[in-house]
């Protein structure tokens, strides 16, 4: 049986989706089906044919061109402006193709709502990128946190930074628009942040957030003054579903001090995951306060730790936990498909629907400058 891969978009992130996919055979990943490279969806599929033959593609079309054969596996990726999400999604599910895409799921919790009425009566499977997941050091401190190594949560602190925003030089893009991103900083990492957050703890239950923009107009590439109308910053305090508290930050501005960084408190003691300086392992402190190593029996049975690091690059292989983090979540979703499984834990539509409602309560607490609760 042959996967029949389609991609949605050949920008940054969708290059490098075509990079982590490229890896597979030579990291000798447990992937047994043949990979055929069908089509690339664009809105300039004239113009990007003779790219798409280079890179291995049959043809190129545009979306309302995309044609799901009836044989063999189908996946879409689809690495789209986030506008265009749902519609593609559910042009996919109609034709009962499987979906790999990049967050956030859609625009807002009422497409997502609409997405998951139409995923109900589907065989199709879902599978967002978020990529956090697929850390290793992330898998293994959730082992640890469910194997009571911490003991009870008590408080918790996540801050996801980039600082590359800050130059005003950087030209205007898609991504700087509300109605076509969705969001700024919230969006772009901040659902990334949120989804690490349950899954190393639990549910949100509702949010205040704030946000601000530092740099409110940008020239575009044909030198034209544009009004930047997504933030550059939010902070959010979260509230989880049991009432634990602690804060999300996330910036593009953030000079200096680029980095991904999850703190989890305990009543036993803390973990603590600094991904650019080690995304393997997990920094562990005891209630005393005395960095201690973290015994392997905390995660080395664990079944969604024993599943990812199937995938993940070893050291010798890797080229940055960017892509390392890329080819594992690419690879254990072709896995999943091939098998007709679905892995706990692992980011499929049902672990990850409600992250469009928080992101639409942080957006609203913005306004009413109060708590403001998951509407999915």
């Known amino acids: 049986m042959n996967i029949n ?4 978009g050949l920008g940054f992130i969708g290059k490098i989706h075509l990079m982590a996919m490229n890896n ?21 599929p004239v113009d990007r044919l003779s790219v798409a033959k280079s890179l291995g593609f049959e043809r190129t079309v545009d979306s309302e061109s995309i044609c799901f054969g009836n044989d063999d596996i189908q996946l879409l990726d689809i690495c789209s402006p986030n506008i265009y999400h749902k519609d593609l999604i559910l042009k996919a599910l109609e034709a009962g193709a ?10 807002n919790d009422s497409e997502t709502k609409e997405i998951l009425n139409r995923y109900s009566n589907s065989k199709s499977k879902i599978q967002l990128c978020y990529t956090l997941r697929y850390i290793p050091a992330f898998a293994k401190a959730r082992a640890a946190i469910e194997n009571n190594a911490i003991g009870e949560i008590t408080s918790f602190r996540i801050e996801y930074y980039h600082s590359s925003y800050l130059n005003t030089d950087k030209p205007y893009a898609w991504r700087l628009d ?31 957030c704030f946000t601000d923009t530092f740099v409110k107009t940008r020239k575009d590439s044909e ?31 953030a000079v200096g001090d680029d980095g991904i960084r ?41 079944s969604y730790y024993k599943h990812m690091i199937k995938f993940y690059p070893s050291p010798k292989m890797s080229q ?53 609760k998951i509407s999915i």
């Open 5 to 8: 891969y389609n991609l949605v």
């Open 178 to 208: 509300k109605e076509i991103s969705g969001g700024g900083a919230l969006y772009d990492l901040g659902s990334h942040a949120f989804d690490i957050l349950q899954f190393l703890v639990e549910p949100v239950k509702e949010v205040m």
């Open 320 to 372: 940055g936990f960017f892509m390392d983090s890329h080819i594992a979540s690419l690879a254990s979703f072709l896995y999943q498909i091939e098998n007709d499984i679905v892995v706990d834990k692992a980011p499929s539509i049902n672990q990850c629907k409600n992250i469009e409602g928080i992101l639409d309560a942080c957006q609203k607490s913005v306004d009413t400058k109060s708590f403001e």
């Open 98 to 107: 499987n979906i790999y895409c990049e967050k956030p799921l859609s625009m």
């Open 24 to 44: 597979f055979n030579l990291l000798d990943l447990p992937i047994e089906s043949p990979i055929i490279k069908n089509q690339i969806v664009t809105r300039n």
């Open 223 to 253: 030198g034209n003054e544009k009004t930047v109308t997504v933030d550059d910053w939010a902070l959010t305090h979260v509230h989880t579903s049991s009432n634990i508290k602690g804060t999300v930050e996330v910036s593009r501005i």
């Open 262 to 302: 999850v703190r989890i408190y305990g009543t036993k003691g803390s973990v603590f995951v600094d991904v650019y300086d080690n995304p393997l392992d997990v920094k562990y402190y005891n209630f005393l306060g005395n960095k201690i190593h973290l015994h392997e029996d905390y995660y080395n049975d664990n």
